[in-house]
């Protein structure tokens, strides 16, 4: 960003139609408090958790964002912290963050066998809704991350399987039709069991209750786009 002289023995930088100011003019003001009228905008990812145990019964449904960090995770009953999720409010995000939403992903994590995803995406679908109104559902094979490893292993048995590829540019992009979220605004990201049915050379028959996982893992949800913070 290119800086120009401001006078006052100092230079600022135009941005978003207010000044960087310069640390002669910043002299004998509180720099840490929040700036009035000024917001950070910038891409961000907010991110959650499906943790899934082996040998139990899949939930009818999942509600990812829905338990901010710091709370009780209800399918683990250990506390979350950073590495389940980023989300500070269950279901809305705190002024001044909000999101302009460019896309949803689920990431398998390698530690969930080829068996178990196919069970999963079998049996779920998902549904995105702001206040009341659904904006995105589907299968979630069509929500792919853009994330994941990649590679040969010589290891015997040894693979992993992704929603997708795992490269920013196969996540799917809502582009102009990027929905925003406004600060304390409900959304809710839920995944629906469903009975899958299957067709045989006999009959087709319907699962009656939500499948049952070997090894289970973890499902990492993420939502991308911009995001405002407040300024400091």
Not at 40 to 54: F, G, S
């Amino acid at each position: 960003m290119a800086l120009t002289p401001t006078g006052g023995g100092g230079t600022a930088g135009a941005y978003g139609g207010g000044r960087i100011l310069s640390a002669s003019q910043a002299q004998g003001r509180n720099t840490n408090s929040i700036m009035a009228n000024w917001i950070d905008r910038t891409p961000w990812q907010y991110w959650d958790t499906i943790t899934l145990l082996a040998g139990a019964v899949m939930a009818q449904s999942y509600s990812p964002f829905s338990v901010p960090i710091g709370s009780q995770d209800p399918l683990t009953n250990l506390t979350k912290n950073k590495l389940q999720t980023n989300i500070r409010k269950g279901n809305q995000f705190p002024p001044p963050n909000c999101l302009l939403l460019g896309n949803i992903g689920f990431y398998f994590e390698s530690n969930i066998i080829k068996s178990d995803i196919d069970l999963i995406l079998a049996n779920y679908y998902c549904e995105f809704k702001i206040d009341e109104k659904t904006f995105h559902e589907g299968y979630l094979y069509q929500f792919p991350s853009g994330m994941g490893l990649s590679g040969l292993s010589t290891q015997t048995g040894e693979s992993v399987y992704t929603n997708g590829l795992p490269a920013p540019g196969y996540a799917r992009n809502y582009g102009d039709w990027s929905k925003y979220i406004a600060p304390e605004q409900f959304f809710s990201l839920i995944l629906y069991w469903q009975p899958s049915q299957v067709l045989t050379s006999a009959a087709g028959n319907a699962s009656s209750a939500p499948p049952t996982l070997t090894n289970g893992g973890t499902i990492r949800v993420v939502l991308n786009g911009l995001t405002d913070r407040s300024v400091q």
